[in-house]
């Protein structure tokens, strides 16, 4: 049985014994919760996250389309591949450049 992240989401299939899961471990999650597309799942737990939003020109007075990249810690109880689509979350450092989990993946393959 899962414990409650906080969040509504779905829990995950699998049960895993990782202490950085917050379904199944002791991370909590605070702050900002994002959605984007998996561009690279290669590195052992962990994934990057890019994500697209508008971003006014001031000169033109219009918007342009930007992209950022964000890099979450993927606990052992989730299978994500490139393409899918996430929900990830914000919490404590885990290392250098990682501050998000993932916590659902939404859309399978695109």
Known sequence: MARNIGVTVSEPK???DDELCPFHGKLSIRGRILTGITVSSKA???????REY???VRKYKRYERSSS???AFLPSCMDVN???EVK?????PISKTVSFVTVEVIKSGV
Do not use: N, Q, W
């Open 14 to 16: 699998r049960t895993c």
């Open 44 to 50: 052992h737990k962990m994934i990057v996250v890019s």
């Open 54 to 56: 508008p971003r006014l």
């Open 69 to 71: 990249k964000v890099h």
């Open 82 to 84: 490139e393409g899918d």
């Open 88 to 92: 990830i979350a914000e919490c404590k």
